[in-house]
């Protein structure tokens, strides 16, 4: 299975700089090391998705995966992992998670996603899908998501209400586990 690691983005909130390559609080390795690491611990491929030289650079043993079309935002890099993982289900991580477990990525991989789900993901407290750490069905969500970028949808909410979504059920703590670094204030409160 394919673990997308989403680093295509800007970071203009950050300055700029690859959060990928921040350190993780516990080793002090790269994020996207950390959870390329992760992810070949539970078998999977990681791949980086989207365009981040700085990031390809740190990381060139990992396959990169272009945005399909490249510069829509997000949902530009799902549908090139989709392609890429066609036949099977693949794992979409977003690079800026610092304390994502090893235990809530084997829930993820584990979980059975029973038809007719297309998505397993965790929702957020405020009732939001967190739809980069979900688990997607390749085969039965290229269309969709090709006709939605179509569509003119950029929105993974939106992409998601015309989904068949199931629910990861976590806790408290593994909720708190996906807070991201979106700018250098996150990464100052989280040390």
């Not at 299975?1 to 959060?19: D, E, H, N, P, Q």
């Not at 979409?92 to 991989?109: E, G, I, T, Y």
């Not at 015309?162 to 708190?176: C, D, G, H, K, T």
């Amino acid at each position: 299975m394919l673990c997308g690691i989403f680093v295509g983005g800007r970071a203009s909130r950050m300055g700029g700089m690859a959060k990928g390559l921040l350190p993780a609080p516990e080793t002090g390795e790269p994020l996207v090391a950390r959870l390329a690491r992760l992810a070949v611990e539970l078998g999977c491929e990681p791949v980086l998705v989207g365009a981040s030289t700085e990031v390809q650079a740190a990381l060139p043993a990992l396959r990169t995966i272009d945005d399909r079309p490249a510069g829509i935002g997000p949902l530009g890099g799902l549908a090139g992992l989709l392609h890429a993982g066609a036949q099977s289900q693949v794992v979409a991580l977003a690079c800026d998670l610092p304390f994502v477990s090893r235990d809530l990525l084997a829930r993820l991989l584990e979980t059975t996603l029973e038809a007719p789900a297309q998505v397993l993901a965790v929702r957020a407290d405020n009732g939001l899908w967190e739809p980069l750490c979900a688990r997607y069905d390749a085969a039965a969500l290229v269309p969709h998501v090709e006709r939605a970028i179509a569509d003119g949808v950029r929105s993974f909410q939106k992409l998601f209400a015309a989904l068949s979504v199931a629910e990861l059920p976590v806790s408290q703590a593994q909720r708190r586990e996906l807070d991201d670094w979106d700018t250098p204030e996150d990464v100052t409160r989280s040390r």
